[in-house]
């Protein structure tokens, strides 16, 4: 039951809803247009405003829906918060789109919101802040990430969701790699603004 799990979780966590959403309202596949990248901030370049949105709610909606599925089938201490990281790797690296998936910020959110929602709110308003400041989404996500585990230390004692956290944290910084290449080389692309 417990691998049973984490593979749903995983499986959620594969739904690729900005590559969906973005074919399904006519727009560029995604993971061709714009950075190639299959998230919300691409969706936002490639697609506007109201489909970014949708595809945000969605993709945070999957990761709760992963976490309170595994609750309410019994998960909890270390089996609960790795489905937590499951459903963010399915997301990151989605089995119907050869692994090619988005940076599992929003996804990662929803799924911690969950386990740590004093934590994650703090986070994401972080995230909000740095963006709104920097119009750069890479750097709200980077910076949002890296804070996340110190809060969630701060605010609970169960070692297994602060390695959880910090895993994850960890790949989202590993996916933002190129991100944070052009932000050095300052070529990195702002909010809004199309290549």
Not at 45 to 64: E, M, N, W, Y
Not at 78 to 83: E, R, Y
């Amino acid at each position: 039951m417990h691998m049973w799990l984490i593979v749903v979780a995983y499986l959620v966590g594969t739904m690729p809803f900005a590559f969906l959403v973005s074919r399904r309202v006519g727009g560029a596949d995604v993971r061709y247009a714009g950075s190639g990248n299959v998230g919300t901030a691409n969706v936002l370049r490639t697609a506007g405003v109201p489909t970014a949105a949708f595809v945000l709610v969605l993709d945070v909606s999957k990761g709760a829906a992963a976490v309170l599925l595994a609750q309410r089938l019994g998960a909890e201490g270390a089996l609960l918060v790795a489905t937590a990281a499951a459903v963010v790797v399915g997301h990151v690296f989605p089995v119907w789109l050869r692994f090619r998936g988005g940076k599992g910020v929003a996804t990662a959110c929803g799924a911690f919101l969950i386990l740590a929602p004093v934590a994650t709110a703090l986070s994401a308003a972080v995230f909000a802040v740095v963006v709104w400041a920097t119009r750069y989404v890479s750097v709200g996500s980077v910076s949002a990430s890296l804070l996340l585990p110190p809060l969630v230390y701060a605010n609970d004692v169960q070692p297994a969701l602060v390695a959880s956290v910090s895993g994850v944290a960890l790949l989202i910084l590993y996916r933002h790699r190129a991100n944070l290449q052009r932000l050095f080389a300052g070529c990195e692309r702002r909010l809004g603004q199309r290549p």
